[in-house]
Structures are given as structure tokens and as C-alpha cells.
């Protein structure tokens, strides 16, 4: 099993940054993708970012050039640094990859900007 752990979430103002974090753990040989994707309050979940094995990086439109994903192998852990943030990034966001197959999803953390 791959347990994944997100942290970072908060409340923050128009312009104001936020680094979230995602630790894994468990059977994660093997991993070929990991991503953060959000979901705002009545809407679908929408992908934001990923990065695969190879350290290729690929952004939604919505966040490119403020977001930036990036990962470290030794630590197994995900980030997603935000800057700029504005009010509808408010949402849910949760940690996600892809290992042997199979997907696998964190338990989200809360982004709220202020306006």
C-alpha cells in the first residue's frame, strides 16, 4: 500500500505564497508520476500539476508561472510552492501518483486566499 501525507495548507492573502508538502510512504518503487490536482467548493476536481520520473514538469493554464512543482527522491516527498496566489485558488488540494499502475490519492489539504 502507498500512503501519502499532505501539509502546508492555510489561509493566506491576494498575492501571498504557500508552499505544500507531500510525503510518501509504503510500497513506492516504481513511481512514474506525481501531481497535485484542487477541487473548490462545488466544483470538479481539477488538475494542477504533475512531474514524472524523469523530472519532466507540466503545468495547468491557471497556475502557469506562479506555481512550481518539484520533488525530492531522497526525502519521497512532493511540492508545489505557490506564489501569487489569488482568491480562486482557493480550494482543496490533494497530492496524487501514479505507481505500478495504480493511482493513489492524499487526504487534501485546505487553501483559502482572502480577497
Known amino acids: 500500500q502507498v500512503q501519502l501525507v499532505e501539509s502546508g495548507g492555510g489561509l493566506v492573502q491576494d498575492g501571498g505564497s504557500l508552499r505544500l508538502s507531500c510525503a510518501a510512504s509504503?510500497?513506492?518503487?516504481?513511481?512514474?508520476?506525481m501531481g497535485w490536482y484542487r477541487q473548490a467548493p462545488g466544483k470538479q476536481r481539477e488538475w494542477v500539476a504533475l512531474?514524472?520520473?524523469?523530472?519532466?514538469?507540466n503545468y495547468g493554464d491557471s497556475v502557469k508561472g506562479r506555481f512550481t512543482i518539484s520533488r525530492d527522491n531522497a526525502k519521497n516527498t512532493l511540492y508545489l510552492q505557490m506564489n501569487s496566489l489569488r482568491p480562486e485558488d482557493t480550494a482543496v488540494y490533494y497530492c496524487?501518483?501514479?505507481?505500478?499502475?495504480?493511482?493513489?490519492w492524499g487526504q487534501g489539504t485546505q487553501v483559502t486566499v482572502s480577497s
Open positions: 509504503g510500497s513506492i518503487v516504481g513511481i512514474t508520476v
Open positions: 512531474v514524472t520520473s524523469g523530472g519532466t514538469t
Open positions: 496524487n501518483l501514479i505507481v505500478r499502475g495504480a493511482r493513489y
